[in-house]
Structures are given as C-alpha cells and as structure tokens.
C-alpha cells in the first residue's frame, strides 16, 4: 500500500503523509499494536473499522466541540487517492499538544492497579471498595505523556498538564475530554456497549482546540458488551484487550519481538472490531 505523496511519519498503526495546503494524509494500516510492540501479525480490515468509526464519531461529537468554540481535524474521507480509499483521511495539520488526554468512567487495566496500590489513579482520588469493572462515581480525567514508538506512555497528574500547556488550556483539555467522553458514554449505551474508558488528542490552530488523531475507535477505547458487564473481572470487550490477553496467557515476556498471532486470534480479534463498528453506528461493515 504506498501513497505517491511525501511521508512524514510512520507511526504503530498509521502513515501520515504531507498533502499540501497545510494537510496531511493519515492512513491507518492493519497493524496491531499492545504493550508498547507492533505485532507481526495484522488484523484484516482493522485499519478501514479505524478510519470509519472515527468519521462516524467526528460528526457524532461536533455538537460537543461548538459548545466548547473547539471542532475536529477531519477534512475530507472521501478525497483521498483510491488506492487507500476506505482506510484514509484527509486532515488539518496541526500543532500537537503533548497530552494524551484519558478519560475513564469505569475502573480498569492500568488504573485498577494504580488504584489497588494507592486507592487514586495519580492525583484523582477515588472511592474504597472498587474492583476491576467497577463503575466510577462520576468520569475522571487521568492524562499522561505521549511517548515515541518502543517507549512508554507515562501518567502524569494535572498539575504536569498545566506544566506542558498552561493553566487555562490545562482546564480546557479536561473539560473538553470528559464532556466528550460523557456523550460517547451515550450514545454507546444506546448501542449496548460501555464505553469504560478513552484517549482524545488535541491540537491547535490558533487559539482554538482541534480533536486529532483517531476517536473512539477498538484502538483507543475499552468497549465492553453491557450485557455482560459484570465488576470483579476482566470483562469481555469489543476491543484489542483481547489481544493482549492472549499476549499475556502466551508466556512472552514482553522484552523480546512478540509472537505472531494464531489465525483464530486474528479472526476472532477482526470480529470483535467489526461488531463494535456495526454496533455503534448501526450500519453494516462492507
């Protein structure tokens, strides 16, 4: 899959591409990354449930962004060379901020463990007698750093947050995360699933904020079926947590190259992707 256009970087899962008249070309791949490691194995059609889902939520949370003088990076899905149809956007180039802004209603994953040493998740503390799964009293906002492929995202208080972006756009990014989460939270309800948690990224073009990047996605969020959701354990999920989990059962030791993947890994992983898809926007994957 190549681009006849100048590429700017190649990040876990996308390429992104100069487009000219400040826009980039962002094509998300089929890669699948977990623990830091771009696995060996991709997962067919996971860069087009990507690409999709997020244009469906770009204008599922536009409302949200005008309350906030805020709007999204999204020019054009349609506008981009046939060869990466279905799988690209054309976009804003922007002026990134350094926060990967997270939003958690549910507790889970690496907040769970934070939480059982410490009862807070960095700087938010949270009420006794939680468990993996648990619903949290209201969403919380728990950022951390954006690391460079092989590195790790680190979680960092507000207070750091107001170090790398100010005070007053420190407030504005977690005001903006957690309304955006709040009304996907909605509309997945609607659909059945729980959305149990999310990472937004933002830019800038001027003073105003940009919601970038990928949103709501398998990729970004925890989806979980509601009809099971049941606190005390790993829940089932529409996302790659199953990936990880098979990661994990496997033995590797996450220092050396990951394993590929089994082929009913993929297909049961591609399945999950597509379900939250179809689930969400009510429309058929094809």
């Known amino acids: 899959m ?13 390429e992104i591409y100069d487009a000219g008249s400040d826009r980039l070309l962002l094509v998300a791949s089929d890669r699948i990354s977990a623990y830091d490691w771009v696995l060996p194995t991709p997962i067919p059609d996971k860069g087009r449930v ?4 997020s244009v469906w939520w770009f204008e599922q949370l536009t409302p949200v962004l005008d309350r906030f003088g805020a709007s999204h990076h999204l020019v054009s899905a349609v506008d981009v060379p046939s ?26 994953g690496g907040g ?3 939480y059982e040493r410490t009862g807070s998740i960095r700087d938010v503390v ?18 951390s750093t954006k690391a460079e492929i092989g590195e790790h995202d680190e979680p960092i208080d507000f207070p750091a947050v107001v170090g790398l972006v100010g005070a007053d756009r420190a407030e504005e990014l977690r005001e903006l995360t957690l ?4 009304r996907g939270a909605e509309i997945a309800r609607g659909a059945g699933i729980v959305l149990a948690d999310t990472k937004f990224e933002f830019g800038e073009a001027g003073a105003s904020l940009v ?19 049941s606190p005390g354990s790993v829940q089932p999920s529409y996302d790659k947590q199953f990936v990880r989990d098979w990661l994990t059962s496997s033995g590797w030791d996450r220092v050396s190259p990951p394993p590929e993947l089994p082929s009913d890994v993929v297909a049961a992983t591609r399945d999950r ?11 058929s994957f094809g």
Do not use: H, I, N
């Open 2 to 14: 190549t681009v006849d256009l100048p590429l700017v970087a190649r990040g876990k899962v996308r």
């Open 50 to 53: 990507l690409t999709q889902l």
């Open 83 to 108: 060869e990466v149809a279905g799988r690209a956007m054309l976009v804003r180039r922007l002026e990134m901020l350094p926060v990967e802004c997270v939003a958690r209603g549910y507790l889970s």
């Open 112 to 114: 769970t463990k934070e």
């Open 126 to 143: 949270l009420p006794a007698g939680l468990v993996e799964g648990s619903q949290l009293p209201e969403p919380v906002f728990t950022p």
């Open 179 to 182: 309304a955006l989460y709040r």
């Open 211 to 229: 919601l970038g990047d990928e949103v709501l996605t398998p990729d970004s969020s925890r989806f979980w079926p509601a009809s099971s959701w």
């Open 273 to 283: 992707y597509v379900t939250a898809y179809e689930r969400l926007t009510g429309r």
